[in-house]
Nanobody, 114 residues
Framework: VQLQASGGGLVESGGSLRLSCAAS????????MGWYRQAPGKQDELVAA???????TYAESVKGRFTLSRDNAKNTVYLQMNSLKPEDTAVYCC?????????WGKGTLVTVSS
């Protein structure tokens, strides 16, 4: 499984960004895809995730602002991030779980200026 993440960048507080994570390879065995974020001095955080059944989980800190969606035809998950705050600044990493094995995409930096 290979993951290609994209969509990070610099945005002002209150702005929006959309992250994409495209999976390729043996995607039929993937049962979990999600976005984590890593910020300096903070614990790594699961931002949002979706199971193969379509159940979506969000971190409390992003509920109501972020929306995770999936395009099965493109094997891609999207993280729509609205009302961004400076505390959302982090490296966002996409993860897929394939038959109990974890695969990670290259992180994408999101910077929210105040």
């Amino acid at each position: 499984v290979q993951l290609q993440a994209s969509g990070g960048g610099l945005v002002e507080s209150g702005g929006s960004l959309r992250l994409s994570c495209a999976a390729s390879g043996s995607v039929s065995g993937i049962y979990f895809m999600g976005w984590y974020r890593q910020a300096p001095g903070k614990q790594d955080e699961l931002v949002a995730a979706i199971s193969d059944a379509g159940a979506i989980t969000y971190a409390e800190s992003v509920k109501g602002r972020f929306t995770l969606s999936r395009d099965n035809a493109k094997n891609t998950v999207y993280l729509q991030m609205n009302s961004l705050k400076p505390e959302d600044t982090a490296v966002y990493c996409c993860k897929a779980v394939y038959y109990s094995m974890d695969f990670w995409g290259k992180g994408t930096l999101v910077t929210v200026s105040s």
